[in-house]
């Protein structure tokens, strides 16, 4: 069986955006180009590493009498998705990171971002992406959470940023924990 070459492709930005995010309660998208609405917000850049989804599974092996395997069981299946947001002067990334109720002002007049022992805020994600043949991809983590933050290194050759990892959660009433769209 031959393979097609044209269906091999990689991802970049879309660049009027790229990830945003957005409270849980608000509508998710169900297609790859239809507009967010307003809830949504513009994380700003992502770091050249790009974003990487994972899916983790653990098992369990049930054996017969002679010790053969005759079943596997699946216990857990976690989804996490991992990027580097690079535009720490973004408030709403701050906001997205320590709470917006712990990120107060302003830039311009003055930014304070209070970092404490609050539990993360669960959201709605979007990542848009553009295939090669300007194909647009976009994957929605319809419940999600930051469950870890990367060190902050504060440096003067490399951006600060925030190394994150979103793990997604069974949205309430079942469904996926992420949707991805393909062209349209």
Same mark, same amino acid.
């Given at each position: 069986?031959?393979?097609?070459?044209? +269906?091999?492709?990689?991802?970049?930005?879309?660049?009027?955006?790229?990830?945003?995010?957005?409270? $849980? &309660?608000?509508?998710?998208?169900? +297609?790859?180009?239809? /507009?967010? &609405? =307003?809830? %949504?917000?513009?994380?700003?850049?992502? *770091?050249? =590493?790009?974003?990487?989804? *994972?899916? *983790?599974? *653990?098992?369990?092996?049930?054996?017969?009498?002679?010790? &053969?395997?005759?079943? $596997?069981?699946?216990?857990?299946?976690?989804?996490?998705?991992?990027?580097?947001?690079?535009?720490?002067? +973004? /408030? =709403?990334?701050?906001?997205?990171?320590? !709470?917006?109720?712990?990120?107060?002002?302003?830039?311009?007049?003055?930014?304070?971002? !209070?970092?404490?022992?609050?539990?993360?805020?669960?959201?709605? %994600?979007? $990542?848009?992406? #553009?295939?090669?043949?300007?194909?647009?991809?976009?994957?929605? #983590?319809?419940?999600?959470?930051?469950?870890? $933050? &990367?060190?902050?290194?504060?440096? !003067?050759?490399?951006?600060?940023?925030? =190394?994150?990892?979103?793990? /997604?959660?069974?949205?309430?009433?079942?469904? +996926?924990?992420?949707?991805?769209?393909?062209?349209?």
């Amino acid at each position: 069986m031959a393979g097609t070459a044209t +269906n091999v492709t990689a991802g970049k930005p879309r660049p009027a955006g790229a990830v945003f995010s957005a409270p $849980i &309660g608000t509508t998710a998208p169900t +297609n790859a180009t239809s /507009a967010l &609405g =307003d809830a %949504f917000k513009d994380n700003g850049f992502v *770091s050249s =590493d790009g974003v990487t989804r *994972s899916i *983790s599974k *653990s098992t369990t092996s049930i054996k017969e009498w002679g010790n &053969g395997t005759v079943l $596997i069981t699946e216990d857990e299946k976690t989804v996490t998705v991992k990027l580097k947001l690079i535009e720490y002067l +973004n /408030a =709403d990334v701050q906001g997205l990171v320590h !709470g917006e109720d712990n990120v107060t002002g302003a830039l311009a007049t003055g930014l304070h971002v !209070g970092i404490n022992d609050d539990e993360a805020e669960e959201h709605i %994600f979007v $990542i848009d992406q #553009i295939m090669k043949g300007g194909i647009p991809q976009r994957m929605v #983590i319809n419940r999600g959470v930051i469950t870890e $933050i &990367g060190d902050t290194t504060y440096k !003067g050759n490399d951006a600060v940023a925030y =190394d994150l990892t979103i793990t /997604a959660m069974t949205p309430d009433g079942g469904g +996926n924990k992420i949707d991805e769209y393909i062209g349209g």
